[in-house]
C-alpha cells in the first residue's frame, strides 16, 4: 500500500470511529423520538397558547408547584409555602441555589416579573384570566394602577408573596400553567423585544434545555445541568419532530422511526401490543350563537335542545365516542379527586319531542313567527361530525318543522367563524385545559356577551343545588344570556373561595344553568389516545393538551 493511500484510509478510519462515538438524531439509545408536526414559534411561557408550545415550556421551565401524575399540585422550585388565615395570602419560601440555564441566579423577584407582564397594560397574557384572582390585576391590566401595584412581590431573594382579591382553592393549580413560569428581568429587556423568539433569546431552569431548534426538521432538548435537582436530571434526551402529520404517528411507531406520540383511534388495530394510555377529555356540544336574535329566546335554544335525539346516534358512533347528556368530561378533577364523584347527579338532557315542540311553539309565539327560518350549523371535517350532524337535522326536520344548512369546514375556517360569531350553530368540540371543571365552563360563558349589571346579586344568597334533581323538574324562568353568564361568574366565584366537596356543587350549579337554558346540547365525549414503543418507559401522559412529561423517561 502506498504512502497516499494509508494516510486516506487512516483518516478514513478515524472519521468512522468519530462519527461512531456521535449521537446523532435517531439512532441515540439514550434517545426519544416524539412527532409533533408542526414546528414551534414562540417559547414565551407568558404568551404560549398551543399544546405544543405548552409542552416545550413545561419540559424546559419549572414554576412554584408542578402538577403530579394525579394532577394534583405538588412542590416544584417552592421548598414549602404558608396561606394565611383568610386564605388570601401564599407566602412561598424558595429552594437555595437556583439557577437559570446560564448559571445566573433564579430569585423570587424572577417571579414577580412573570406575574407584572401577565397584566401588561400594552399586551395582557393570553392567560391573564386564570390569575384575575390575584390583588389589583384587572386594575394593573387596565392601567388604572402601575405595574408594582399588583398583588405579587418579592420580599428577598427567596421569598415570594402573592395577594388574592379573594380565597381560590385551585390557585395552586392555576401556578403551573405555563404564564405562573419565571422570568428574569434583565435578560428580557436584552432581548429587545425578541424574547421567546430564538434560542438565543430564553433562558430555562427546568430538567431540559433546547439545543437545537428552527431546523425545519426537529427540535433537540437535553438535560439541563444546572437543574436544581440532579438526581430527577433527565436520564434520555428528546427529539421533537416537526414535518410529519399527526396522522402518520401510527406508521412512525410501527417502523421505529418515533417512541411515542397521540394516536387516532383508526390506529390502534395496528398498533396491538403497544402501551396505550386514554383521556376521555373532550365533549363535543351542539352550541348557539346567543347574538342571533332567535337564539336568544330561551324557549327556542331549549325546543332544540330536548329535540336532540342521541339515541340515534348508537348504531353507527364510534367506540371513541359515548354519547352523553352531561357537560364536564369525566376527566375533570378538584383537587386530585375526581369531579363526578364530589358533584351531585345531574340527569341531563333526554329527548322529549313534545316538551320539544311545546317549548318552541312558545319561543316562535313569542317572535310572533309561524316557523323558524332556515338555519346554518357549522361542524368539524374530520372524524364523524358531518355524519352525526344529519341525525340532528332530521329530527328537528320532523319534530319542530326546522331545516338546517350544514357547512363542514377544515380546522381553520371552523375556528376563525367560530371567533367572528359568523355562524348560527355549531358542534363544537372542548377539551380540559386543566384538571378543575371551571376551567371548561369558562370557555363556554366566554361564547356568551358581556354581563350587565343587575339590581341585586345573582344567586348570591343560593344555597348548593339539591342532589339529584332532574333538569326537566328544575325551575325555568325567562333571563337574558347576560343575566345568565352573571349567574355564571358568581357560581365560578363561589367555587374559588370553597372546598373540594361545596367547589363541586357549584360547578355542578354552573353546568346545570347551561343545560337547562338551552345554551348547549352535549353530544358525546371523546376519548384521546398516546401509544408508546415497548423499549420506552416512564413518559408521563395527561388528559390535558401540552402536559406530557419526559422528565422520567427510559429507554432499554
Not at 6 to 16: E, N, R, V
Not at 234 to 243: D, E, M
Not at 362 to 375: A, D, T, V, Y
Not at 443 to 466: D, K, R, T
Request: glycine share 6%.
Amino acid at each position: 500500500m502506498n504512502r497516499a493511500k494509508a494516510q486516506f484510509l487512516a483518516i478514513f478510519l478515524t472519521f468512522t470511529l468519530l462519527l461512531a462515538g456521535c449521537s446523532l438524531p435517531g439512532s441515540d439509545d439514550n434517545l426519544i423520538r416524539y412527532n409533533i408536526s408542526v414546528n414551534v414559534d414562540n417559547l414565551d411561557p407568558q404568551y404560549v397558547t398551543t399544546p405544543n408550545e405548552t409542552l416545550l415550556v413545561l419540559n424546559c421551565f419549572e414554576g412554584l408547584v408542578k402538577l403530579d401524575e394525579a394532577g394534583k399540585p405538588i412542590l416544584a422550585l417552592a421548598q414549602r409555602y404558608s396561606l394565611s388565615e383568610d386564605r388570601r395570602t401564599y407566602t412561598f419560601y424558595l429552594r437555595e441555589d437556583l439557577l437559570w440555564s446560564d448559571g445566573e441566579p433564579l430569585t423570587a423577584k424572577d417571579f414577580a416579573f412573570a406575574f407584572q407582564r401577565i397584566f401588561n397594560p400594552a399586551s395582557p397574557s393570553p392567560s391573564m384570566e386564570n390569575f384575575n384572582v390575584i390583588e389589583n390585576g384587572s386594575e394593573v391590566a387596565s392601567g388604572q394602577l402601575p405595574a408594582s401595584r399588583l398583588g405579587v412581590r418579592a420580599i428577598d431573594g427567596q421569598t415570594l408573596e402573592i395577594r388574592l382579591k379573594e380565597p381560590d382553592v385551585f390557585f395552586l393549580e392555576r401556578l403551573t400553567l405555563p404564564a405562573a413560569m419565571p422570568c428574569r428581568e434583565d435578560f428580557f429587556l436584552s432581548c429587545n423585544g425578541r424574547y421567546g423568539l430564538s434560542l438565543n433569546s430564553i433562558l430555562f431552569n427546568g430538567p431540559y434545555v433546547m439545543e437545537r431548534w428552527k431546523s425545519g426538521r426537529y427540535i433537540s432538548l437535553r438535560a439541563n445541568k444546572t437543574y436544581y435537582n440532579p438526581l430527577s436530571l433527565p436520564t434520555v434526551a428528546v427529539n421533537l419532530y416537526t414535518t410529519r402529520p399527526a396522522e402518520e404517528n401510527a406508521e412512525l411507531l410501527l417502523e421505529d422511526r418515533s417512541d411515542g406520540g397521540p394516536v387516532f383511534y383508526g390506529d390502534l388495530a395496528a398498533l396491538e401490543g403497544y402501551p396505550i394510555e386514554s383521556y376521555q377529555s373532550t365533549v363535543h356540544l351542539l352550541t348557539f350563537n346567543p347574538s342571533i336574535p332567535a337564539f336568544q329566546d330561551n324557549d327556542i335554544r331549549m325546543g332544540m335542545c330536548y329535540a336532540v335525539n342521541r339515541q340515534l346516534f348508537q348504531p353507527t358512533i364510534e367506540k371513541n365516542l359515548e354519547i352523553t347528556n352531561l357537560l364536564i368530561p369525566p376527566t375533570a378533577s378538584i383537587l386530585g379527586q375526581p369531579y363526578r364523584s364530589l358533584a351531585p347527579h345531574i340527569t341531563g338532557m333526554v329527548y322529549q319531542r313534545e316538551r320539544a315542540k311545546e317549548l318552541f311553539e312558545k319561543g316562535l309565539n313569542r317572535m310572533e313567527l309561524s316557523k323558524l327560518p332556515r338555519s346554518n350549523m357549522i361542524c368539524l371535517e374530520t372524524g364523524q361530525h358531518r355524519y352525526l350532524a344529519g341525525y340532528l337535522q332530521q329530527q328537528w326536520q320532523r319534530d319542530l318543522n326546522l331545516y338546517v344548512n350544514l357547512e363542514v369546514l377544515n380546522e381553520t375556517d371552523f375556528y376563525s367563524r367560530l371567533n367572528s360569531g359568523d355562524y348560527e350553530m355549531a358542534i363544537l368540540p372542548l377539551s380540559l385545559e386543566q384538571p378543575e371543571p371551571g376551567a371548561l365552563i369558562k370557555q363556554i360563558a366566554g361564547l356568551l356577551p358581556a354581563s350587565v349589571p343587575l339590581e341585586e346579586p345573582v344567586n348570591s344568597e343560593s344555597s348548593s343545588p339539591e342532589d339529584g334533581e332532574p333538569l326537566e323538574q328544575a325551575p325555568q324562568p325567562y333571563s337574558t344570556a347576560a343575566e345568565d353568564k352573571q349567574a355564571l361568574d358568581t357560581f365560578l366565584n363561589l367555587a374559588g373561595s370553597a372546598g373540594a366537596s361545596e367547589a363541586a356543587q357549584w360547578y355542578s350549579q354552573a353546568e346545570r344553568l347551561l343545560l337547562e337554558k338551552g345554551y348547549v346540547a352535549p353530544l358525546y365525549f371523546e376519548e384521546h389516545y398516546f401509544a408508546i414503543s415497548p423499549d420506552v418507559s416512564g413518559i408521563w401522559f395527561t388528559p390535558y393538551p401540552g402536559r406530557v412529561s419526559f422528565q422520567n423517561g427510559k429507554k432499554k
